[in-house]
Nanobody
Framework: QVQLVESGGGLVQAGGSLRLSCAAS????????MGWYRQAPGNERERVAG???????NYADSVKGRFAVSRDNAKNTVYLQMNSLKPEDTAVYYC???????????????WGQGTQVTVSS
């Protein structure tokens, strides 16, 4: 079993900051990529930021310059530092990881349960 557990969401005023964490646990051989998505009511889930399989980072245009993704490989944890938050950042934020559980196994996508981020104006 693999679990992704998120934390750090909450209510913040516009211009404020929050830091999200996502820890992957269980039997993990290799994490190929790990990052963050979000989904606001009535919208499709969109990728926000994360690490690619090539260890580079990418960001949605809407968050560039405000959000920063980082990770602790020893803890299989990825973080999302969100600064200068705007009301339009309000959404449920989901952690995603593409990983392999054994050396000769297949790669699978896993999702966290989501954490609510609400930015008031």
């Amino acid at each position: 079993q693999v679990q992704l557990v998120e934390s750090g969401g909450g209510l913040v005023q516009a211009g404020g900051s929050l830091r999200l964490s996502c820890a992957a646990s269980g039997t993990i051989f290799k994490i190929n990529s790990m990052g963050w998505y979000r989904q606001a009511p009535g919208n499709e889930r969109e990728r926000v930021a994360g690490f690619t399989s090539g260890d580079s980072t990418n960001y949605a245009d809407s968050v560039k310059g405000r959000f920063a993704v980082s990770r602790d490989n020893a803890k299989n944890t990825v973080y999302l530092q969100m600064n200068s938050l705007k009301p339009e950042d309000t959404a449920v934020y989901y952690c995603n990881a593409n990983l392999r559980r054994s050396r000769w196994g297949n790669d699978y996508n896993y999702w966290g349960q989501g954490t609510q981020v609400t930015v008031s104006s």
